[in-house]
């Protein structure tokens, strides 16, 4: 046991003192007092120790706020002020470089096709991309996907929980996404809406995530049919501050699986959320889905979190107060942007020898699918272009089918949020000449119907 | 002593100068002797590599400076949660979660209640120092009445509501095991802060449960009196109103075994019902005497008639059969309940659109459907129909074949009303010949999956309905 005279004595270390005095009144020998005297380098009047009555009781140091002002001094012992790594002489645990542990590819049998619904293939590809941890709150018409993760997560030793609200989820995702395992969320509308202050903290700090929106109708409360109310708000709209992610628009649940795996690698790869965006009726719809050949398990990239000794020296935060220091990371950040622009992309039905282009994603693209169908065997040049991103918008794409284009139709079940997307990045583009720009638009939850397409192209067609 | 500190602040204005050895904090500042009872017991429990210490917004917002362990700085209140979301992702990280009066007791407390709530090992430190200080000294929740702050400046009143007790709130709280209030203003308190602030991590350690400390502190700066005058403005105001001491110390177990994830093909495939054994098919080729390339089928009944059942099944027929195959349900409430009605399609290679607003074939069930649909479906069509509820059917064109069969009545007979869609299949393979009656049959022993002792009852049923699929169809002449 250590005994009262082996107990160390205070040493102060001037520099390091804010002179708050906190130690002196606890100095039953009266060995600390103010100080009058200026330090030269802090311009701060430091405490002053005289040592000759000190009985070692320590309190003066657990009073002491400062972590380097009143050492304890161990008898026998010198202290280089001037060698700070000396200060404290017993800490020899220093953290390591940081270390990835690498994913790994768990090959799959080959199954037959299943059949399943929308919302259930994105909870199947998150389990399939090596998610283990599932947050969400419950809000129609989301909350299947989330009741699958729900069943299915607890068996594979991993974890639904079901948070306090969107803000929660988000950030329980914060955590999760920066101990750098993969993780995600099912929402809707209004619930995304809670969530973008946490979707630009995940952008500022570089933290990987997938989000699903199904989408429903807006504003407000709306209501929980399909509509394509976000599309505006997930382009341009993910929180305050330089924010974007990737966002996905799947029309089928067979590309709701393939883009939520897709998703978890461009999260990783860009250390970014990527946005998922369905439609209800999509999240609803069953159809046929091949299952891939392999299955992620996910390591720990070099870069997170985790609370382990291999990534002790690692930080996840935001918050640079010195504006150079902010201005590189928001530096940094535009650079991926403009890296994400090479996943920009787009299918085309029918658009070589198209004059009359329609443009239509999610379910939409879908109906008007069967409309160009229609339309050529009324003998309409129609085809459809679909983008299956709608940030990084597939403008390139796009403009190689313009010359032969005589009208756009832009088909969509919101009030243009599509085609505000197109104008721009057309604009941004630098296409001047711009063929005639049309729409078909539905809102409330209407989805524009096949017929009504079909009836409105041919009234524009010569 | 032994500490969990940095040897140089690297962060702190990049190390450089003075900085690199002194806190951000003001002189004074009860955060900065927190912060060294939280790093003498992170080092004396040796767990300064598993610790996550979650930073807050607020003056100790720049907590990662200091503390040699991993770091995250979360979102204004949002700290618990995300240090919950640490702690899932790595059970067996230390995860802290440091927050002051308004991150903790006010912009986060929905966060705060429900993670102390859950209960789960994680160690919460709570600084009160009844003041918002980094904003610059407003009205903190646990602002005392009558304190004058920059946003109660003739004092809180009963207007801006009466201070909130976190520790007390939080040890009514299930989830929580160990709750205290501690203080800094003299020797013995700061023996209690220090002791609360180990016991707390000591109980995540050992996987006993959730732990919160408040602590008491002082803001000199925003108090605008010198520090000794606020460890006794601490000690005589905010004492009577935040009493001192254990709120809540339960004996746990050590319950916190928490396993590794699984990463294993079998078991998702099991868990989801992907399957390697192929199916049979007995379709020789797409039923292109329907329609050449896309098959549209509508099935409407009310809620309990299995319209959703028999669509899936009439869709994963042609899945399994090779085809390309959607459905889907109606939408909406009315779907509670009320009308429930289904759309399919079938597609040689690929469905285009999978709603059926005009389709090749109208499954009804009841009198409503078969009125609201039976117009709508297109020439050479099929409307299928439950003629022991519905009345015959006049088609908009003569082309269209209208076939009525007793589902409910023969399901009725039967025994077992569910029956009556595997009825209405029979009917549809009989009218329409879409798919072989095996091709059906093979579906729905699929679907019954370990219920295949009722599969003779379906049986019977498919035939059931196919036959008088067929003797209506002679009847009519079709
Ligand atoms: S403002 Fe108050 S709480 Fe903040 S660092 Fe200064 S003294 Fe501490």
């Known amino acids: ?462 | 002593m032994s500490t969990a500190f940095y040897n140089k602040f690297e962060r702190h204005s990049n190390g450089v100068g003075l900085k690199g050895h002194s806190t951000h904090y003001c002189a004074g500042c009860g955060h900065g002797i927190v912060h060294k009872y939280l790093s003498e017991a992170i080092s004396e429990l040796g767990i300064q590599d598993d610790t996550v210490m979650v930073s807050p917004v607020g003056c100790s917002v720049f907590a990662y400076y200091y503390f040699d362990t991993g770091n995250t700085q979360a979102a204004h209140g949002r700290a618990p949660a995300v240090a919950i979301g640490h702690k899932l992702a790595n059970p067996k990280a230390m995860v802290i979660s440091y927050q002051g009066d308004g991150d903790l007791a006010s912009i986060g407390l929905a966060e705060t209640i429900a993670v102390a709530q859950l209960g789960s090992p994680l160690t919460v430190i709570f600084i009160n120092n009844a003041i918002y200080g980094m904003t610059g000294g407003q009205m903190a929740p646990t602002t005392l009445m009558g304190q004058t702050t920059s946003t109660s400046p003739d004092g809180r009143k009963q207007i801006n509501g009466q201070p909130i007790k976190m520790a007390e709130q939080i040890a009514q709280l299930d989830g929580p095991i160990y709750v205290e209030r501690v203080a800094l203003f003299s020797p013995a308190e700061r023996n209690k802060a220090r002791k609360a602030i180990k016991k707390a991590l000591q109980l995540q350690k050992e996987g006993r449960g959730y732990a919160f400390v408040e602590v008491l502190a002082e803001c000199p700066t925003h108090l605008k009196i010198t520090p000794d005058k606020s460890e006794k403005w601490v000690k005589e105001n905010m004492v009577p109103i935040f009493p001192l001491g254990v709120k809540k110390d339960v004996d746990v177990e050590p319950w916190w075994d928490i396993k590794e994830p699984i990463f294993d093909s079998e078991k998702i495939l099991g868990l989801i019902g992907g399957t390697t054994e192929k199916t049979e098919r007995f379709c020789k080729e797409f039923p292109s005497h329907i329609h050449p390339a896309d098959i549209s089928l509508k099935l409407a009944g009310s809620g309990g008639d299995g319209a959703q059942t028999a669509a899936i099944l009439v869709t994963t027929a042609g899945i399994n059969e090779g085809f390309d195959g959607t459905h889907i349900p109606a939408y909406g409430p009315e779907s509670r309940g009320g009308t429930s009605y289904a759309d399919v399609h079938i597609a040689k290679t690929e469905v285009l659109n999978p709603a059926s607003p005009l389709p090749h074939i109208l499954i009804a069930y009841n009198a409503p459907s078969l009125a609201k649909f039976g117009s709508s479906v297109t020439n050479n069509g099929f409307i299928l129909f439950d003629n022991s509820v519905a009345k015959e059917f006049e088609p908009a064109d003569s082309s269209i074949k209208v076939i009525g069969v007793p589902f409910a009545e023969i399901a009725a007979d039967l025994g077992k009303m569910v029956v009556k869609n595997i009825v209405s299949l029979g009917a549809l393979a009989a009218a329409t010949n879409i798919f072989p009656r095996e091709t059906f049959l093979a579906t729905i022993k699929q679907a019954l999956k370990d219920k295949a002792s009722l599969m003779p009852l379906n049986e019977q049923a498919f035939d059931r309905g196919y036959k008088a699929a067929k003797d209506c169809m002679q009847t009519k002449g079709y």
Request: charged share 20%; net charge neutral.
């Open chain 1, 1 to 462: 046991m250590a005994q009262k005279a082996e107990r160390p004595k205070p040493y102060l270390v001037p520099e390091y003192c804010k002179g708050c005095g906190r130690c002196v009144g606890v100095c039953t020998k009266g060995c600390i007092t103010f100080s009058e005297e200026i330090n030269h380098q802090t311009g701060i009047a430091p405490v002053k120790l005289d040592l000759e009555k000190c009985n070692s009781c320590g309190l003066c140091i657990d009073a002491c706020p400062e972590p380097f002002s009143l050492l304890a001094v161990e008898s026998g012992e010198t202290v280089d002020s001037k060698n700070p790594a000396k200060l404290f002489l017993d800490k020899k645990n220093d953290a390591i470089k940081p270390i990835a542990i690498a994913n790994q590819e768990i090959p799959m049998p080959k199954t037959e096709p299943m059949v399943i619904k929308g919302n259930y293939a994105a909870a199947i590809g998150a389990m399939i991309a090596g998610c283990r941890h599932m947050y969400g709150y419950p809000i129609t018409p989301s909350t299947e996907g989330a009741e699958l993760m729900a069943k299915f997560l607890p068996k594979m030793n991993g974890w639904y929980l079901q948070a306090v609200s969107e803000v929660a989820t988000i950030n329980h995702m914060y955590g999760t996404a920066g101990a750098g395992l993969p993780t995600m969320t099912f929402t809707s509308s209004p619930g995304f809406s809670l969530m973008v202050e946490g979707i630009s903290y995940m952008v500022g700090a570089e933290l990987p995530s997938v989000i699903v929106n199904v989408m429903r109708g807006g504003p407000g409360l709306g209501n929980i049919a399909p509509e394509q109310s976000d599309i505006k708000f997930a382009c341009r709209g993910l929180g305050h501050g330089n924010t974007h992610a990737i966002c996905l628009t799947p029309s089928t649940p067979q590309e709701v699986l393939d883009l939520t795996i897709e998703a978890f690698e461009l999260a990783f790869k860009y250390r970014n959320p990527v946005i998922i965006l369905l439609d209800g009726y999509l999240g609803q719809m069953t159809g046929k889905v091949n299952l891939p050949t392999h299955l992620n398990k996910p390591g720990i990239p070099e870069w997170a979190v985790y609370g382990d000794r291999a990534h002790r020296g690692n930080l996840i935060n935001s918050i640079d107060l010195a504006e150079p220091d902010l201005e590189r990371r928001n530096e940094k950040i535009c650079a991926k942007y403009a890296t994400m622009k090479a996943h920009a992309r787009a299918d085309n039905f029918m658009t070589d020898d198209a004059e009359i282009l329609l443009v239509a994603c999610n379910t939409p693209a879908r109906i008007s699918k069967g409309a160009v169908q229609n339309l050529r065997e009324a003998g309409v040049k129609a085809g459809l272009f679909r983008p299956i991103t709608v940030w990084p918008f597939p403008v390139e794409q796009l403009k190689t089918l313009l010359p032969k284009t005589k009208q756009i139709v832009v088909v969509e079940a919101s009030a243009g949020q599509l085609e505000d997307e197109l104008r721009l990045e057309l604009n941004k583009a630098g296409v001047e000449k711009l063929p005639e720009i049309r729409h078909i638009r539905r809102m409330g939850g209407n989805l524009p119907q096949q017929a009504d397409v079909v009836a409105y192209v041919k009234s524009i067609a010569k």
